[in-house]
Structure formats: structure tokens, C-alpha cells
Nanobody
Framework: QVQLVESGGGLVQAGGSLRLSCAVS????????MAWFRQAPGKERESVGR????????YYADSVKGRFTMSRDAAKNTVYLQMNSLKPEDTGVYYC????????????WGQGTQVTVSS
């Protein structure tokens, strides 16, 4: 079983930056493709981006492209989400997710971390 723990959320003004971390434990980190999702109040959870096992491939939702960057550090078993130029519409609970298979849903989720962007 793999465990995911997010951290780094908080309150920031529009235009500011935050870096979220997702620490992975329990299994071999490099076996898992990783992703970030978010859920705003009253809305469905949406994909923010994903990163391949090696970190060589990343994909971002159009809403965050050019502002958010995902990376992973194998030595620390951690995935990061660097968020710049934050907007109030980026407010929500951010979740990291992992799965060992190449396709299909993500089966492992963290508990989420709150990000609030004030205008």
C-alpha cells in the first residue's frame, strides 16, 4: 500500500506563489505515475496535471498551463507542484494521486491541502 501526504497549502494573495509537496511512502516511488487534482467549493474535482514515472513527461490543464509546474525528486520520494501567478479561481483543495498502471484511474490519493487565493 502506498501513502500520500500533501503539504504546502495556505492563504496567498492573487499573483503570489505556493509550492505544494506530496510525500510518497510505502512502495517504490519510481513505479508510480503521479498527478495533482483540485476541487473548488461546489465544483467537481478536476485534473491539474500529471507527471510520468521518470519525470520526463508532464501534462497540464489549460487553466494552469504556463503558471504551474510539476516535478518529482526520487531521492526524497516527493512530487511538487509549483504554482505561480495564482488567481482566485485557483482556490480549492489540492490532492495528489498515484497509480502503478500506465492507464486508468488513480487508485491512491492523499488527504488534500487547502489553497486559498484572495483577490
Amino acid at each position: 500500500q502506498v501513502q500520500l501526504v500533501e503539504s504546502g497549502g495556505g492563504l496567498v494573495q492573487a499573483g503570489g506563489s505556493l509550492r505544494l509537496s506530496c510525500a510518497v511512502s510505502g512502495r517504490t516511488f519510481s513505479n508510480y505515475r503521479m498527478a495533482w487534482f483540485r476541487q473548488a467549493p461546489g465544483k467537481e474535482r478536476e485534473s491539474v496535471g500529471r507527471i510520468s514515472r521518470s519525470g520526463g513527461y508532464t501534462y497540464y490543464a489549460d487553466s494552469v498551463k504556463g503558471r504551474f509546474t510539476m516535478s518529482r525528486d526520487a531521492a526524497k520520494n516527493t512530487v511538487y507542484l509549483q504554482m505561480n501567478s495564482l488567481k482566485p479561481e485557483d482556490t480549492g483543495v489540492y490532492y495528489c494521486a498515484a497509480d502503478v498502471f500506465d492507464v486508468g484511474p488513480y487508485n491512491y490519493w492523499g488527504q488534500g491541502t487547502q489553497v486559498t487565493v484572495s483577490s
